[in-house]
């Protein structure tokens, strides 16, 4: 079974700019979560995505966004980008994200560089 | 909001040396407690996770964890590092009962480095 795939796997824009980046989940996998990992932060949860809807988001500011297609591929855009979002961004996904049951499995990020 | 400590930022032994990472949350409430492992140019991947029931979990590669409630404390122990331990250790946990998986607030990790 492949594993959770992550494009573009490194990117460089500007600030004012806006960045979609995607993740396709595990065959079969229904939820999705985004994580951003800054040096300075650690890991900190964006969103969860479950069939198509949100279920859960963190403590971001307006600018980050996403979505879920119905075949579970998941998007997130960051738009008027920041030096300050410069970060790994990873994508982790679940059959159907309950803790008791599942494991959740992280994809390899996508490494944002804003100049 | 819940938070998650780790004492330590990096660690450094010798093989066969025994390992004990600290891990600390803030939650009242009941909890779900990872730790996820991070090989160098390699994925995330979860060592245990607990839940319920026993509070001694046991892990892929011998590595075991003891959650004791009365001290808010999930600490990851191994009785003898190898040299391929050497990786970035991560304590995660989230809300408990009817909580899902997705939403996890993560430790900023501990470097642990096995000298063979």
């Known amino acids: 079974k492949a594993g959770v795939t992550q494009t573009p796997r490194y990117l460089i824009k500007t600030r004012g700019q806006q960045v979609t980046l995607s993740c396709s989940p595990i065959?079969?996998?229904?939820?999705v979560s985004w994580y951003q990992q800054t040096p300075g932060q650690g890991l900190q949860f964006l969103f969860e995505?479950?069939?198509?809807?949100?279920?859960n988001k963190g403590n971001f500011p307006g600018r980050f966004s996403g979505r879920q297609f119905s075949n579970s591929r998941s998007e997130m855009n960051v738009s008027t980008l920041e030096l300050g979002d410069s970060a790994l961004y990873l994508c982790?996904?679940?059959?159907?994200?309950?803790?008791?049951?599942?494991?959740?499995?992280f994809g390899p990020g996508t490494r944002l560089l804003v100049l | 909001a819940q938070s998650v400590s780790q004492h330590n930022h990096h660690v450094i032994l010798s093989e066969a040396a025994s390992l004990e990472l600290g891990c600390n949350y803030s939650?009242?409430?009941?909890?779900?407690l990872f730790w996820y492992v991070q090989y160098p140019g390699q994925h995330l991947q979860l060592l245990l996770k607990y839940f319920s029931g026993d509070p001694l979990v046991k892990g892929i590669k011998g590595f075991e964890a003891e959650f004791i409630k009365s001290k808010f404390s999930f600490n990851l122990r191994k009785p003898s590092v190898q040299w391929s331990d050497t990786a970035e250790y991560f304590c995660a946990v989230n809300a408990g009962r009817g909580s899902t998986l997705g939403r996890l607030y993560f430790g900023r990790g501990t470097q642990l480095t096995v000298w063979p």
């Open positions: 065959s079969g996998h229904r939820s």
């Open positions: 995505y479950f069939s198509e809807t949100q279920r």
């Open positions: 982790a996904s679940s059959s159907h994200g309950t803790v008791v049951q599942e494991t959740q499995y």
């Open positions: 939650y009242g409430g009941t909890v779900n």
